[in-house]
């Protein structure tokens, strides 16, 4: 076996950032382990009610009309129930009028009142790593899914921390997950991560033999058409260009 390091080569980070002028928020300690909702109430100034569901808008549904986004997010309701539900039952964080042709935003948190509680999640609540006044890190384990599925909805990091990632980590890959709660935020670390000034580094175990200590991959990536996991990612010559950094750690 052998361990490797990769790095997203990046650009120098950008002057700006917006957790340099952090508004008054209850602190958190770092190794705090964070139940489900509480990361909302703490962050974005609310008090989590159980009998209301929140969806944060990912950037996979960014421009996404909102009826179709509670489609997705609510695969059990008709779409003549989410129709009805929009006209009385459903309300967007940042205090827009909810309409059935609203584009959404990266950012948005859409909230839908409904009789019954938000299921339970069937994994630990995750570890805050770091956090800022509308932001966090937690250290997401390998298993658990960072945005909501149809398969199992409600059993994921985002319907759960009722916050939206800022980006993705792949369902059973471990590591630091940062998660915003303002949509003013999630536009500044969106642009950061477009921008390439966020560096990323994974570690990985790889079988086989790597030639080199030191290497790097210059290969555009996009959605691997031949997987039957939906979002994951490969090398595709239509992708966006990506450039990696991969050195090896140690050799077994």
């Keep these: 076996m052998i361990f490797v390091s990769s790095s997203v080569v990046s650009t120098p980070p950008a002057p700006w950032c917006p957790y340099r002028q952090p508004r008054a928020a209850t602190e958190l300690h770092p190794s705090t382990s964070l139940p489900s909702h509480s990361i909302a109430a703490r962050v974005l100034g609310v008090t989590a009610q159980p009998e209301v569901e929140a969806y944060a808008v990912t ?26 539900a929009i006209g009385c039952r459903v309300r967007l ?9 609203r584009r959404l935003v990266v950012g948005e948190v859409v909230t839908i009142a409904v009789t019954v509680p938000v299921a339970a999640a069937t ?14 890190v937690v250290d997401k384990p390998a298993g658990v ?4 599925s149809s398969r199992d909805p409600g059993n994921d990091l985002t319907t759960q921390l009722c916050m939206a990632p800022a980006h993705r980590l792949d369902r059973f890959t471990s590591g630091c997950l940062l998660l915003t709660g303002e949509r003013g935020t999630a536009r ?31 290969a555009p990536l996009g959605r691997d058409p031949r997987s039957r996991i939906h979002g994951k990612v490969g090398v595709d010559a239509a992708g966006v260009a990506a450039s990696t950094w991969v050195e090896v750690l140690a050799r077994a």
Excluded: N
């Design 123 to 136: 994994f630990a609540a995750p570890k805050a790593l770091a956090r800022g006044a509308f932001w966090i």
């Design 59 to 84: 950037e996979a549904y960014r421009g996404a009309r909102l009826d179709r986004f509670l489609q997705a997010m609510l695969p059990r309701m008709s779409r003549a129930a989410i129709q009805q």
């Design 145 to 148: 899914r960072c945005t909501p």
């Design 188 to 218: 500044a670390f969106d642009l950061a991560f477009r921008s390439h000034s966020i560096t990323k580094t994974y570690v990985a175990v790889v079988e086989g033999r790597v030639l080199r200590d030191q290497f790097a991959i210059d």
């Design 93 to 101: 964080a940042s205090g827009s009028a909810a309409k059935a042709a």
